[in-house]
């Protein structure tokens, strides 16, 4: 059973562009971290959020924690190639393990 | 300091035959994970190790499937009669006792023909 829902689940934007990637639970999550994939590769983490309402901001790119804990969305501002990836939101419910969400596979092109 | 290895990178099998994955995780990390991820999907959990407790293997999805750890080191993702369906990207994680972070391998890209 898949607990945590990513929309879009693909997504192709021209570079420049704005872009928002959701990820949507019924679940209340202790933290919610948001790794970014590249091909080949094994995922890396962006940035973890533990407070609800929390924002973060790593430069280009903007997390929030919704108020409930439930979900969280990733603003990117604009879009550059080296963005191109796969997005996975991945939440944690005070175990060691984490509950990865469903994807979102964007595409930057130049 | 050196990241998750695993190996091989790539491996090609006849439907039927046994396969066995390796992970290195980091140096001092407890927790270990195994995931499995199919084409252009997310990660779905199959078993996790945590210093000397029993490992919880509830995502396993068949008894085809198992995997050992040797204390808080190398781990050994092994598949017996492996299917089409077994074909994806086998990505090994390890992580800090008591933190959440996990640090990835570049896993193992397994083809079963």
């Known amino acids: 059973t898949q607990l945590l829902e990513q929309s879009p689940q693909f997504l192709s934007i021209q570079e420049g562009e704005n872009l928002t990637v959701y990820c949507n639970s019924s679940s209340v999550f202790s933290s919610l971290q948001w790794y970014r994939q590249e091909p080949g590769e094994g995922p890396v983490l962006l940035v973890t959020v533990v407070t609800g309402g929390e924002v973060k901001k790593l430069k280009r790119l903007t997390f929030q924690f919704g108020d409930a804990r439930k979900d969280s969305s990733l603003h990117i501002t604009a879009a550059q190639p080296g963005d191109t990836g796969l997005y996975l939101c991945a939440g944690e419910k005070n175990t060691d393990k984490l509950i990865f969400g469903t994807g979102t596979r964007l595409q930057v092109f130049p | 300091g050196a990241g998750v290895s695993q190996s091989p990178s790539n491996k090609v099998t006849e439907k039927g035959k046994d396969v066995e994955l390796r992970c290195d995780p980091i140096s001092g990390h407890t927790a270990l994970y195994w995931y499995r991820q199919r084409l252009g999907q997310g990660l779905e959990f199959l078993i996790y190790?945590?210093?000397?407790?029993?490992?919880?293997k509830s995502g396993l999805p068949s008894d085809r499937f198992s995997a050992e750890r040797t204390g808080e080191s190398v781990s050994t993702l092994t598949i017996q009669r492996t299917q089409q369906e077994d074909s994806a990207v086998y990505l090994c994680?390890?992580?800090?006792?008591?933190?959440?972070?996990?640090?990835f391998g570049p896993g193992t890209r397994l083809t079963v023909l």
């Open positions: 994680a390890s992580s800090l006792y008591g933190t959440v972070t996990q640090y």
């Open positions: 190790f945590q210093g000397n407790s029993a490992p919880d």
